[in-house]
């Protein structure tokens, strides 16, 4: 999210007024932990995108700077976050093999392929680039019909890819809140623009995944001044003709969590569906990282 300006100094108010020291509003049900994230690195920050593996534990963090780091999380007999080891944030590549240079850096969205391979959407320029390994060149996969007219800092923050290999992505805005978000889908070689998901009062879509049981999974922000944010996560069924009306599996009140732009879906060792959330902290002090985890419903 390009706003960051805007974002740090409204929060750096919201510091300022106190409000993060009243009391803490109450957690949806579900919720497992909030972890406060740091590490010492001059790259760390700026999260937007996570991918958590099957095991719960392994995962790539995805920087709105074009760059990334891998890592491995360490759980209590609970499940519970103790702690987060990771590798060093590093540069992604372009196709050129050089690091993405500034206006083409701001990587927002992250699909993990079963082979291991990695696709990533932009908003600075609307594209999606897919990497062989996050070390490597990657390969840009064509511009899609719309991807050029999308509005510079509202393009493809959420990615998700299927059990099939299909990519889906759709941009943080719809242009009108009564209008759908479109969704774009990677299919044989070529974009289609025939999907579409219903938009919601105000939120605006930030990450998106499929979790093991075949849904999608919407993370939706609000952001409200002052008050800060808040969060929402929609499942959706895709079938013949579409995706459904959806449904509502959480929604945070206003302040809980920071600016949650990433979403991981998984399950636990006792086969429970797991959402891994984590927050873009801007690179200011006023914000945090965060990795918030919350139970859902099957």
Not at 27 to 48: A, C, Q, V
Not at 256 to 270: C, F, K, M, Q
Request: aromatic fraction near 10%; glycine fraction near 12%; charge should be neutral.
């Amino acid at each position: 999210m390009r706003r960051r300006a805007f974002l740090a100094v409204t929060a750096g108010l919201v510091l300022i007024a106190g409000l993060e020291g009243s009391a803490s509003p109450t957690p949806p049900p579900g919720f497992l932990d909030t972890y406060r994230w740091k590490m010492d690195d001059p790259r760390f920050g700026g999260f937007s995108g996570i991918e958590v593996a099957a095991n719960g534990r392994d995962f790539i963090a995805l920087s709105d700077k074009g760059a990334y780091t891998t890592g491995r999380i360490t759980r209590d007999d609970a499940g519970r976050i103790k702690s987060i080891t990771a590798n060093p944030v590093a540069l992604l590549q372009g196709p050129d093999g050089n690091p993405l240079k500034p206006g083409m850096s701001d990587s927002e969205g992250i699909a993990l392929a079963a082979d291991g391979s990695v696709y990533v959407s932009f908003e600075g320029r609307a594209r999606v680039l897919h990497y062989p390994k996050l070390n490597a060149k990657p390969k840009a996969l064509p511009i899609a019909d719309g991807f050029k007219t999308m509005q510079r800092n509202s393009a493809l923050e959420a990615l998700a890819i299927d059990a099939n290999g299909v990519i889906y992505t759709l941009p943080e805005r719809s242009g009108a809140e009564d209008k759908p978000f479109p969704v774009y889908r990677f299919k044989a070689g070529k974009w289609d623009k025939r999907l579409q998901i219903p938009r919601s009062g105000n939120y605006l879509a930030v990450g998106a995944d499929f979790g093991p049981d075949g849904e999608f999974y919407l993370l939706e922000r609000d952001f409200r001044g002052l008050a800060g944010f808040s969060s929402r996560l929609r499942r959706f069924t895709l079938g013949a003709k579409g995706f459904d009306d959806g449904e509502t599996l959480l929604e945070t009140p206003v302040g809980l969590y920071d600016n949650l732009e990433g979403v991981s879906i998984w399950r636990d060792a006792a086969g429970r569906l797991t959402a891994t959330m984590i927050s873009d902290d801007n690179f200011t002090f006023f914000l945090r990282t965060q990795i918030v985890e919350y139970q859902l419903p099957d």
